[in-house]
Nanobody, 127 residues
């Protein structure tokens, strides 16, 4: 079974870059038919799709975050990453990585569209 785990700093200062890594086990980010996605949930709000990278390396971003978001991967480590620049307190959220067989680009996330989820990691933006 595929497992995903998020990692990265839990506290980021405003204007800095939020950087997270998703480590995948039980499946390859390059050979499995999957889209590898980043999703977040601000306090008291719903899940928000941020973007994804396909197994071939194609990139997809939410229009509202595209200007600040960068997704990349390290195939040798079976990892994919998220960078969110110029963060503000509004970026405080639990951040998840997740895998899907089909690309889903709607900002509001339907959890059943994703086959596997990481546990999520809390990121707080504060000075």
């Amino acid at each position: 079974q595929v497992q995903l785990q998020e990692s990265g700093p839990g506290l980021v200062k405003p204007s800095q870059t939020l950087s997270l890594t998703c480590t995948v086990s039980g499946g390859s980010i390059t050979t499995n038919y999957r889209y590898w996605s980043w999703i977040r949930q601000p306090p008291g709000k719903g899940l928000e799709w941020m973007g994804a990278i396909s197994r071939s390396g194609s990139l997809y971003y939410s229009p509202s975050l595209k200007s600040r978001t960068s997704i990349s991967r390290d195939t040798s480590k079976n990892q994919f990453t998220l960078q969110l620049t110029s963060v503000t307190p509004e970026d405080t959220a639990v951040y998840y990585c997740a895998a899907a067989r089909v690309l889903h680009t709607t900002v509001i996330v339907t959890t059943s569209n994703y086959d596997y989820w990481g546990q999520g990691t809390q990121v707080t933006v504060s000075s």
